[in-house]
């Protein structure tokens, strides 16, 4: 069977350039920068998410702080060593940006786009953690491993509520699933054994709906989040 990683892994961001661009990286002479864009939700709050661009993007692009830009690319993990300890480093890698046109995303078009959605499959790597908060809220973390081409994996930290989350409590790891949902950031007070602790940000995929992929019954058992 031929994996098509475009399909197991895509996504679209509609947002704004919040910060200047920053080396991060060079592969065989190609330059590669990180900026982050905030995306509106629709309760008006925003995500600032970091995007990983190749120099050859935005070769007619400016990268200038409040230009609106869409993204098109894989949700991306990698993994980063500090102080002898592992850290999950999460990031947009950009496939296609391209500047929004005033003139053709209009005020009105603009409501009914969709800013923020991204599609995964992959595989529960870790049991769902379920929980509920002290208003009686259900969440679950999922830990999803999503394939990549040569041999390499994404490990994408969701996020499911409601009756989503309550359907996770009975998934097994190794199982594939079909997500559909949102990147967000969220900060966080990391504490340290000294006393200390410093801001930090999280990025996960906020799930709208899941499907089991069931590749022997070729059936699909889907939960749509009731909220």
């Known amino acids: 069977m031929v994996t098509n990683f475009l399909e197991n892994n895509h996504l679209v961001l509609i947002g704004k ?3 200047e661009k920053r080396f ?3 592969i065989y002479g190609e330059k590669f920068y990180i900026f982050d864009l905030e995306v509106p939700r629709l309760s008006k709050a925003l ?3 970091p995007i990983t ?3 050859r993007l935005i070769t007619n692009i400016e990268l200038e702080i409040g230009k609106e830009l869409v993204v098109e690319g894989q949700f991306r993990s990698y993994n980063s060593y500090e102080n002898e300890k592992n850290r999950l480093i999460l990031t947009v890698f950009a496939k296609d940006i391209a500047e929004v046109k005033e003139e053709i995303v209009n005020e009105e078009e603009k409501k009914s786009v969709v800013s923020n959605e991204v599609i995964l499959v992959g595989y529960i790597c870790k049991k769902p953690i379920y929980r509920q908060t002290p208003f009686d809220r259900e969440i679950a973390d999922i830990l999803l491993a999503v394939n990549r081409a040569y041999n390499k994996s994404d490990y994408i930290p969701c996020i499911a509520w409601g009756r989503n989350a309550r359907f996770c409590q009975n998934i ?3 199982t594939e699933v079909k997500i559909l949902g949102r990147v967000q950031s969220r900060k966080y007070e990391k504490k340290f054994e000294d006393g200390t602790s410093e801001t930090r940000i999280a990025y996960e995929v906020s799930v709208s709906s899941m499907e089991i992929i069931d ?4 059936e699909k058992a889907e ?4 909220i």
């Open 17 to 19: 350039v919040s910060s």
């Open 24 to 26: 991060s990286h060079e």
């Open 47 to 49: 995500d600032v998410i």
């Open 53 to 55: 661009v190749s120099e």
């Open 172 to 174: 097994e790891v190794g």
């Open 215 to 218: 590749k022997n019954n070729n």
């Open 223 to 226: 939960v749509e989040t009731a």
